[in-house]
């Protein structure tokens, strides 16, 4: 079974805002890998409505943090 096509769109366009809001500076796969070791698991098990909330609890995790 192929998984919806049309899921792609929503996913790129909230980590590109997250990405431009809240880390402009971060290369993209700085942003990306920066998550993925605060995750602490391996990302490929995780369902895509999953990334919205992992990565909301990322930005307000690390933004308590003061950023180099």
């Known amino acids: 079974m192929q998984r919806d096509i049309n ?8 980590l ?4 431009q809001k ?3 500076d971060w ?3 700085q942003f990306i890998v920066n998550f993925c070791r605060w995750y602490e698991k391996d990302p490929f098990y995780m369902e895509d409505e999953q990334v919205y909330d ?3 609890e ?3 995790e690390i ?3 003061p950023l180099k």
């Open 7 to 14: 899921r792609l769109n929503p996913l790129y366009d909230f």
């Open 16 to 19: 590109k805002d997250v990405h």
């Open 22 to 24: 809240n880390f402009p």
């Open 27 to 29: 290369r993209f796969f």
């Open 54 to 56: 992992k990565i909301n």
């Open 58 to 60: 990322f930005i307000s």
């Open 63 to 65: 933004k308590k943090v």
